[in-house]
């Protein structure tokens, strides 16, 4: 079992504005939950108890986030990347495995799969892959083994796309310099090399990154994962809504009509809405 788990949250979500203008990516909500809250509660599923969450954009706004759990933040002023900000939680991070999640996609995989595989391996890094829906920058092979990343160590083509989620052991993090700016793609790369590093196929289930207002309104269609109309909306006599997800405490003023949109927590509408996300 893994019992601790990071959440990559200090991305800049810069082809999701002017969302991200008000929040954090991983913040924005997916029905009625911020995505790192459906992040966060995917790794509570298979044993996680302890999270570190790092920070960039609009770090205020995490506050409150994770109550009555266990969640340490770590602010960087100055945006790491993927590389930098796993290497800055090492001192937090307890012996054993890591489940590492991104905090800006939606997935609604099987992460015990991952979990087992990576356990059952004694890979450094076992990284959760897809057969489709993004661009394949992952070269796998037989016995699930990562041949390539990128196509920058043997050359060969992607045959898998990369979720964003995996499993690392803490010695991994040995192969991450200190103190600098930089992914993580280039220790992957390192134990391609060598090969060490493992994958698990998983298809089943939802996997979403919500990149830009057009595929974050799409997976509101797409996706049923709560009530459309959360049960502290106000919605006045006359409204009409269609095909749209309204938030806590929103309210819909009389004659508004909104149809396949997006209505934040809290937003005030009298207008007519379509196909857009109300903040």
């Given at each position: 079992m893994i019992t601790q788990a990071f959440i990559l949250g200090a991305g800049l979500g810069t082809r999701l504005r002017p969302l991200t203008d008000a929040l954090p990516k991983p913040l924005v909500p997916l029905f009625h939950k911020p995505l790192a809250e459906w992040a966060l509660e995917a790794c509570e599923a298979v044993?996680?108890?302890?999270?570190?969450?790092?920070t960039h954009h609009l770090p205020e706004k995490w506050q409150g986030f994770g109550l009555n759990r266990d969640v340490k933040f770590f602010h960087e002023p100055i945006l790491l990347e993927t590389g930098g900000g796993l290497k800055n939680i090492e001192n937090w991070i307890e012996d054993g495995n890591?489940?590492?999640?991104?905090?800006?996609i939606f997935a609604s995989v099987d992460l015990q799969k991952l979990v087992d595989a990576h356990e059952a391996?004694?890979?450094?890094?076992?990284?959760?892959?897809?057969?489709?829906?993004?661009?394949r920058r992952i070269a796998c092979g037989e016995n699930h083994r990562v041949e390539d990343v990128r196509s920058e160590v043997?050359?060969?083509?992607?045959t898998h796309v990369f979720t964003g989620?995996?499993?690392?052991?803490?010695?991994?993090?040995k192969r991450i310099p200190a103190g600098e700016i930089l992914a993580v793609i280039p220790a992957?790369?390192?134990?391609?090399r060598e090969g060490r590093i493992g994958a698990v196929v998983l298809d089943e289930g939802d996997w979403m990154d919500l990149g830009n207002v057009e595929s974050y309104l799409a997976a509101h269609r797409q996706l049923g994962l709560q009530a459309p109309i959360h049960p502290e909306a106000v919605i006045e006599n006359g409204a009409l809504i269609e095909n749209s997800v309204i938030g806590k405490?929103?309210?819909?003023?009389?004659?508004a009509r909104i149809i396949n949109s997006v209505v934040w927590p809290g937003a005030d509408?009298?207008?007519?809405?379509?196909?857009?996300?109300?903040?």
């Amino acid at each position: 079992m893994i019992t601790q788990a990071f959440i990559l949250g200090a991305g800049l979500g810069t082809r999701l504005r002017p969302l991200t203008d008000a929040l954090p990516k991983p913040l924005v909500p997916l029905f009625h939950k911020p995505l790192a809250e459906w992040a966060l509660e995917a790794c509570e599923a298979v044993g996680c108890k302890r999270f570190a969450i790092n920070t960039h954009h609009l770090p205020e706004k995490w506050q409150g986030f994770g109550l009555n759990r266990d969640v340490k933040f770590f602010h960087e002023p100055i945006l790491l990347e993927t590389g930098g900000g796993l290497k800055n939680i090492e001192n937090w991070i307890e012996d054993g495995n890591l489940l590492i999640h991104n905090g800006d996609i939606f997935a609604s995989v099987d992460l015990q799969k991952l979990v087992d595989a990576h356990e059952a391996s004694g890979d450094e890094v076992t990284l959760a892959l897809r057969s489709g829906g993004g661009e394949r920058r992952i070269a796998c092979g037989e016995n699930h083994r990562v041949e390539d990343v990128r196509s920058e160590v043997r050359g060969l083509p992607g045959t898998h796309v990369f979720t964003g989620i995996y499993c690392v052991k803490k010695e991994f993090l040995k192969r991450i310099p200190a103190g600098e700016i930089l992914a993580v793609i280039p220790a992957f790369q390192e134990l391609v090399r060598e090969g060490r590093i493992g994958a698990v196929v998983l298809d089943e289930g939802d996997w979403m990154d919500l990149g830009n207002v057009e595929s974050y309104l799409a997976a509101h269609r797409q996706l049923g994962l709560q009530a459309p109309i959360h049960p502290e909306a106000v919605i006045e006599n006359g409204a009409l809504i269609e095909n749209s997800v309204i938030g806590k405490g929103a309210r819909i003023k009389s004659r508004a009509r909104i149809i396949n949109s997006v209505v934040w927590p809290g937003a005030d509408v009298s207008r007519d809405v379509r196909d857009e996300v109300v903040m």
